[in-house]
T-cell receptor
Framework: DGGITQSPKYLFRKEGQNVTLSCEQN?????MYWYRQDPGQGLRLIYYSQIVNDFQKGDIAEGYSVSREKKESFPLTVTSAQKNPTAFYLC??????????????FGNGTRLTVT | KQEVTQIPAALSVPEGENLVLNCSFTDSAIYNLQWFRQDPGKGLTSLLLIQSSQREQTSGRLNASLDKSSGRSTLYIAASQPGDSATYLC?????????FGQGTRLTINP
């Protein structure tokens, strides 16, 4: 079955450490996204990538970095510069950026806790 | 700047009732509007996508409508079941990005 795999499901880190969240899709989608979800704040866009080897900052990119070396992979690194990294992180993809008829598909998320 | 609002934030109804969830948006220049379902601790599941040129979409007991001129969409759930309990989010796709509402937490009581 096609889908998006995020790993790990739960991640615990000490403050000051960088951590990388994995996102892999086998849907052959061009566009991929990272969102952060906090209680009462909805989903906020961190980074997005329309095509391989290209990505853009979203609304809250500070303290995060990404890469898009392969179509199916879009890892997110949470750096020590991110002031409040504890959150639920969601990866998503869609067939084509800016399409009228491309629904967004989501992974099951990674819950990151930093102490 | 696009803003998406969902009211109410939470809704509790008895099993079997028909219900309507509301979504409003401020900028009518959209590609599409999507409705998602999110179960606790899980990712979002796409329910329905309405293209900007369409008025409604149906899937089983779900019907979503779109009125672009007034900036409104509704999600109608017929004959609600306890398994429908979840948070429902709408999202509007514009030229630059998808903007989400904060969701309506729905509880269906047996």
């Amino acid at each position: 079955d096609g889908g998006i795999t995020q790993s790990p499901k739960y991640l615990f880190r000490k403050e000051g450490q960088n951590v990388t969240l994995s996102c892999e899709q086998n849907l052959n989608h061009d566009a991929m996204y990272w969102y952060r979800q906090d209680p009462g704040q909805g989903l906020r866009l961190i980074y997005y990538s329309q095509i391989v080897n290209d990505f853009q900052k979203g609304d809250i990119a500070e303290g995060y970095s990404v890469s898009r070396e392969k179509k199916e992979s879009f890892p997110l690194t949470v750096t020590s510069a991110q002031k409040n990294p504890t959150a639920f992180y969601l990866c998503a993809s869609t067939q084509m950026w800016g399409s009228y008829n491309s629904p967004l598909h989501f992974g099951n998320g990674t819950r990151l806790t930093v102490t | 700047k696009q803003e998406v609002t969902q009211i109410p934030a939470a809704l509790s109804v008895p099993e079997g009732e028909n219900l309507v969830l509301n979504c409003s948006f401020t900028d009518s220049a959209i590609y599409n509007l999507q409705w998602f379902r999110q179960d606790p601790g899980k990712g979002l599941t796409s329910l329905l996508l309405i293209q900007s040129s369409q008025r409604e979409q149906t899937s089983g007991r779900l019907n979503a409508s779109l009125d672009k001129s007034s900036g409104r969409s509704t999600l109608y759930i017929a004959a609600s079941q306890p398994g429908d309990s979840a948070t429902y989010l709408c999202a509007v796709q514009g030229a630059q990005k998808l903007v989400f509402g904060q969701g309506t937490r729905l509880t269906i009581n047996p």
